[in-house]
């Protein structure tokens, strides 16, 4: 299962005949370990990496740091629930530290984002302040480097 | 009075290799996919590579003692038993050398005399023959075969065996069949070499990347063979080391004193920061080995898959980080084959003749490059198999 796990993390466009190939399984057992990982919400689903800069528009991101003043019997839950149903949220995670939640956004310009925060982030009863960071260069996503350079061998052919 | 260079007559006689000739053809073209390659892509591990910062920052930059230094033989004599069952006494049966190709280098120089015989298994790594030529003695050519699993048979030996063999170069996991010989198959090696005077060399340098169910059985673990045979093995496959030129031979007492002999005077002692970082591997690499096996033998299973596919035949190798499929059904000769592989689809593989004749009509594709160059590679060269078929 876990080997399954991650030649799919590594590239989620593997068939299962080749991942089968790779492993030295059958496919039918290796398409059962995959149904049994999503069934099990394991496997969450399969996305794309993009590189924005090669795309006509190019999305503004920013992590927003929120300090967060938790509800007593439900801790910082219920706050995560409200700010995670916003359409523009693209992360959220609790951190350990100075903040919170960090919590990551994508809008189509600057003012989009910053509305966002002050209108629909920064409203909401438990969040005590929030500092907004903005992305000015994606280098890497998921492993995956996003810009053009190719690393190139550094073996030189002896024999 | 004009300077007259007059070369070694033996190093004259020694015909450049093929891979040389094909490497011309391959810089020419930039976009070149290269499984030709004949060493590890993964970076040695941070913790070992980490063990040589901290002996260059302690400032261990001087010579090693002649032999190596004693912590490292200690770890190899304890990493032989562990792994093969092989006893060696760090003090008198091991000696660290400049990569296992010293170590190969210094069993020829202090074993051979002009006209001794040396027998060669082949297809196999293409330093063995021309070496045995450098050492004033005569190679002689045992061809293993696909329909046998490129294994040596005893009959094969039995039948080149002379008053005037001294040495057999037994490669196994093999460069470039990636065939194996298992305890049985050196069982009945052994029967044969028992009633002779002959020592072996066993080339065992790939002996941590081997795929089938049991893990390598050395020669010298055989009964009767450790008084007669020389394990040639290093870093440099099993823990991504190849820059560090770090590797060693174990053997009897006589033969490792013998073979220090040399090496003091050649060499004087294998690379001190090295040694350090060799005694950092054997302690805590175990788990290296089995994470760059693992990946190794996923890239195996998928190209065997691919060339079989391609209607190729193609024996299932069992070790190293090579295949070595039968070109012969495409009607091209091995270099043929290659050189137009790499100038209509820019994949560049070894043609299977420069690892003997007898690996004519087979190609090496090396598997030490990431899947995704593996995949393109094979995509690449199912085109260039399909359009050839096409053409006749």
């Not at chain 1, 907004?132 to 280098?139: I, M, P």
């Not at chain 2, 046998?148 to 037994?170: A, V």
């Not at chain 2, 040639?232 to 220090?260: L, N, Q």
Request: net charge negative; charged share 25%; glycine share 6%.
């Amino acid at each position: 299962m876990e080997e399954v796990l991650k030649l799919l993390m590594q590239n989620a466009r593997l068939t299962h005949s080749e991942i089968a190939v790779l492993l030295g399984k059958e496919e039918r057992e290796v398409a059962k370990i995959v149904e049994k990982l999503e069934e099990d919400g394991v496997i969450k689903g399969y996305q794309a990496i993009i590189n924005y800069e090669k795309l006509p528009h190019i999305p503004v991101f920013a992590l927003i740091e929120c300090k967060v003043m938790p509800k007593a019997e439900y801790g910082f839950q219920e706050i995560a629930d409200r700010v995670m149903a916003l359409d523009e949220v693209e992360s959220v995670y609790l951190m350990a530290g100075n903040y919170d939640l960090a919590v990551f956004v994508k809008g189509n310009t600057m003012q989009e984002v910053a509305n966002f925060v002050a209108k629909r982030l920064s409203t909401l009863e438990s969040i005590l302040s929030t500092s907004t960071r903005f992305v000015l260069q994606r280098y890497k996503q998921n492993g995956i480097i996003l810009g053009e350079k190719e690393i190139s061998d550094p073996r030189n052919m002896v024999l | 009075m004009e300077p007259k260079v007059i070369f070694n007559h033996h190093l004259k006689n020694v015909k450049p290799s093929v891979v040389g000739k094909f490497l011309e053809i391959a810089n020419e073209y930039k976009e070149i996919i290269s499984l030709s390659v004949g060493e590890p892509d993964f970076q040695t591990p941070w913790h070992i590579r980490q063990a040589g910062i901290e002996a260059l920052e302690q400032g261990k930059t001087f010579y090693s003692p002649v032999r190596g230094l004693l912590a490292l033989r200690q770890e190899i004599s304890e990493y032989m038993a562990k792994r093969f069952n092989t006893l060696y006494q760090p003090k008198t049966e091991i000696l660290a050398t400049v990569g296992s190709s010293e170590a190969i280098e210094m069993a020829y120089r202090t074993l051979l005399n002009p006209g001794d015989e040396v027998l060669i298994v082949q297809p196999s790594y293409l330093v063995y023959e021309p070496m045995v030529y450098m050492a004033g003695a005569i190679p002689v050519i045992i061809e293993t075969f696909e329909k046998d699993g490129f294994r040596l048979k005893p009959e094969q030996l039995k039948e080149k065996i002379t008053s005037k063999s001294r040495l057999l170069i037994l490669p196994y996991p093999c460069n470039p069949t990636g065939a194996i010989m298992e305890k049985e198959d050196l069982e009945s090696i052994a029967e044969v070499i028992r009633e002779t005077d002959m020592l072996v060399l066993s080339d065992e340098i790939y002996a941590e990347l081997n795929y089938s169910d049991i893990s390598h059985v050395s020669i010298a673990s055989i009964e009767g063979m450790r008084e007669r045979t020389i394990v040639t093995s290093g870093f440099s496959k099993a823990f991504a080391m190849t820059g560090w030129r770090i590797g060693y031979a174990c053997a009897p007492e006589e033969i490792i004193s013998a073979m220090t002999k040399y090496h003091q005077y050649a060499i004087m002692c294998a690379p001190t920061i090295s040694q350090f970082a060799g005694i950092e591997a054997l302690k805590n690499g175990a788990g290296d080995i089995v994470a760059m096996r693992n990946e190794y033998n996923m890239r195996r299973r998928y190209i065997v898959d691919r060339l079989l596919k391609m209607g190729l035949s193609c024996y299932e190798p069992k070790g190293a980080f090579y295949v070595f499929p039968n070109i012969s059904s495409t009607g091209l000769n091995s270099e043929d084959f290659c050189e137009k592989l790499l100038k209509q689809k820019q994949v560049a593989v070894i043609p299977g003749n420069a690892f003997g004749e007898c690996g004519e009509g087979f190609v090496r594709i090396s598997y030490s490059f990431s899947l995704k160059h593996i995949i393109e590679a094979m995509n690449r060269m199912e085109e260039f198999i399909q359009e050839l078929s096409r053409e006749n």
